[in-house]
């Protein structure tokens, strides 16, 4: 094998002999050979001893490892892993479902593939490349896709612009790099979603919550129900389908909620029960005392590093005492974190203090996090990043 050689200093290599899929730079000793970036360079310990194969990055995660074995890292890797991952899907059930034909294909380290995420919008796969090897391998990726799916995928959209190293010298632009597709309607237990993939967040839905938002519209009957930070509706769409006797969604974003509005028209004739809210989330909580008994907080990661951590934990408490206070005796909180930072503990610890801070009596029914198309890599705990609750408040 001709790649450049990552040599780690001594005691660096115990995670990578647990498997754990990134190499920081602080633990390596010396590059022997030219690399540039998104190279695949042959990683060892400091007695030259094989350890691992992978995509060589500058940053503070300097190689994300594609590979545990010792061997040539071939063009049908790509098809390998994905097929892999395919079957996974279709094993448990979410790629096979005729109420369903969104769901998230690879999961990057969850899947074997660190730094790539792709989503299947029904026909069209949205892919988000997070690291420079993955990015220059994106035909590869394509054409393992169309092997793999068959005559299921119809486009590929690239969605890096925004994913990709800013300090990189590669200028990604969003678009399709595979077919073309208008058709952008898909089924989620039988509801239906406008999905835009082209202008909205992420790849254009957050397929992590579909189990979640199914538990929503089983406590949903003959409740005031809040959706906070609502995004496209989603929480809304399943809470309407729970029979709610009212459902309020509420997202600083003017694009987001014409969105919801119409996933909501796609699903009832009637959408007298719905109102959306283009405001602030927590300007609209200062004042919503007694009106709602059953409040979803689903807010953006408020930490993506660890020296934000303090501030994020202050902002999860803000919303949820906020929420605690207010909401009505008997009600029902729906609490998230998406940050990968905050662990379960480190959440549910803030929750414990909110309620401590509103003085009411609050119970956990649930502990929810993502569901099984977004797997988490044993080896890879940070690959387990939604964590969620739900309270019951007297």
């Known amino acids: ?26 633990a390596i000793k010396k590059i022997i050979g030219n690399v540039n970036e998104g190279d695949l360079v042959y990683v060892t310990d400091n007695k030259d001893e094989f350890l691992a194969i992978g995509h060589y990055q500058i940053g503070s995660i300097m190689v994300r490892i594609i ?26 059930g979410i790629a096979t479902s005729e109420n369903n034909n969104v769901y998230r294909l690879v999961h990057a380290e969850g899947d074997g593939l660190p730094g790539l995420i792709i989503d299947f919008y029904n026909g069209t796969a ?44 590669i200028e990604a632009k969003n678009g399709y790099i595979y077919g073309e597709s208008s058709e952008n309607i898909v089924l989620e237990y039988g509801n239906k979603f406008k999905i835009n993939w082209e202008e909205g967040q992420k790849t254009g839905f957050f397929v992590d919550q579909r189990e979640n938002r199914k538990l929503v519209a089983e406590y949903s009957k003959g409740r005031s129900v809040l959706n906070v930070f609502g995004y496209t509706g989603g929480f809304s769409v399943y809470a309407m389908k729970g029979d709610a006797k009212l459902v309020h969604s509420v997202d600083s974003s003017k694009k987001a909620i014409e969105l919801t509005n119409e996933n909501i028209d796609l699903n009832f004739e009637d959408t007298s029960r719905h109102e959306a809210f283009a405001v602030d989330a927590f300007e609209y909580l200062n004042n919503i005392d007694n009106k709602y008994d059953l409040i979803i907080l689903d807010p953006p990661a408020f930490a993506k590093h660890q020296n934000v951590l303090h501030n994020a934990l202050q902002g999860y408490k803000r919303l949820n005492i906020k929420a605690i206070e207010q909401i009505k005796p008997g009600g029902i909180l729906f609490t998230f974190s998406c940050s990968q930072v905050v662990s379960k503990e480190n959440f549910r610890k803030t929750i414990f203090t909110a309620a401590t801070n509103t003085g009411r009596n609050v119970r956990i029914l649930h502990q929810l996090n993502q569901p099984v198309d977004h797997p988490i890599n044993v080896y890879h705990p940070e690959s387990e990043y939604l964590k969620g609750l739900v309270v019951y408040v007297e």
Request: proline share 3%; charged share 30%; net charge positive.
């Open 1 to 26: 094998m001709n790649y450049p050689k990552v040599i780690l200093k001594s005691g660096k290599d115990q995670s990578v002999r647990r498997y754990h899929p990134w190499i920081f730079s602080g």
């Open 67 to 92: 590979s545990f074995e010792e061997k040539e890292i071939e063009d049908s890797i790509w098809k390998e892993k994905i097929e892999k991952a395919y079957e996974l899907r279709k094993m448990t």
């Open 126 to 169: 949205v892919i988000q490349m997070h690291s420079i090897g993955m990015y220059l391998n994106r035909e590869h990726i394509v054409n393992a896709l169309k092997e793999v799916l068959g005559d299921k995928l119809t486009a590929v959209y690239d969605k890096s612009e925004n994913t990709i190293p800013f300090k990189s010298d």
